[in-house]
């Protein structure tokens, strides 16, 4: 089983019970995505790697800094970490050992399916020559209706996994509908919900990716409803970062 499944195999064990999270053994991911060009390029969108074998997404925010998703990581040793980093396409990027990760210690903890699933992770040596991610405000929210990107190396469509990411543009959602599609299982405090046409969308394999607009990260894709990509009637849902920032920065000092 590869491990970005077996991640979330364990993480939505408990969560499967009630309700109906996407599972790892059919997952897809970017459905209906476009390829990321520029393979030479550098980007701050890093891949995680457990044993080597590619796990999670995660954003760049600072030289020596990852946020992802905590189900990510949460039973992962530093030891046994690492993350790829340097040009989109994963053959190319170059191994940073990690010093440490740090769970958001209310992870799980509702309210709501995943409440606060962010971690930070902790390079042992910086990156360079890649520009970071800019973090937003405290609270500074995410404008309903504003176009959002999401991109990843999760499998495609048809069960390949690419090795330069797809991304898919998706729209920010309000928080009440957001709720009502997911029969309030999110909460407006800590998630982001965002959609594209049905076809396209985030599943399986791109937890941790970044949503970014304007070079800043508003959020970390967390779960979606199977089968993917169902269009606005049931969106997918991230960690908020504006909602978090004020962790981050007493973890971080960003």
């Not at 408990?14 to 790892?24: D, G, M, Q, R, S």
């Not at 390029?41 to 796990?55: K, Y």
């Not at 399916?113 to 991610?133: F, K, Q, S």
């Amino acid at each position: 089983m590869k491990t970005w499944r077996k991640r979330i195999v364990r993480a939505t064990a408990v969560a499967l019970l009630a309700f109906a999270v996407t599972p790892a053994s059919d997952a897809t991911a970017v459905v209906g995505g476009e390829e990321v060009t520029g393979g030479r390029t550098t980007t701050p969108l890093v891949s995680l790697r457990e044993h080597g074998a590619f796990a999670c997404g995660g954003a760049l925010v600072a030289r020596d800094l990852v946020l992802t998703a905590a189900h990510c990581v949460a039973d992962i040793t530093p030891a046994d970490l690492t993350v790829g980093a340097g040009p989109a396409d994963r053959t190319r990027q170059r191994s940073h050992p990690v010093a440490g990760v740090e769970v958001h210690e209310d992870f799980g903890k509702g309210p709501g399916l995943y409440a606060h699933d962010l971690a930070l992770v902790r390079l042992a040596r910086p990156t360079t020559g890649i520009r970071p991610l800019a973090l937003p405000p405290a609270h500074a929210g995410t404008p309903a209706g504003r176009a959002i990107r999401l991109a990843g190396w999760g499998l495609t469509e048809y069960g390949d996994q690419p090795v330069r990411p797809r991304a898919v543009t998706e729209t920010v959602l309000a928080d009440v509908a957001c709720e009502a599609a997911h029969g309030g299982r999110t909460h407006r405090g800590t998630h982001l919900c965002a959609t594209a046409s049905a076809g396209r969308g985030a599943c399986g394999g791109d937890s941790g990716s970044p949503l970014v607009a304007s070079g800043i990260v508003y959020g970390l894709y967390s779960w979606s409803v199977k089968p993917c990509g169902q269009g606005p009637a049931v969106p997918d849902v991230a960690t908020s970062v504006p909602a978090h920032r004020q962790w981050i920065a007493a973890r971080s000092g960003l």
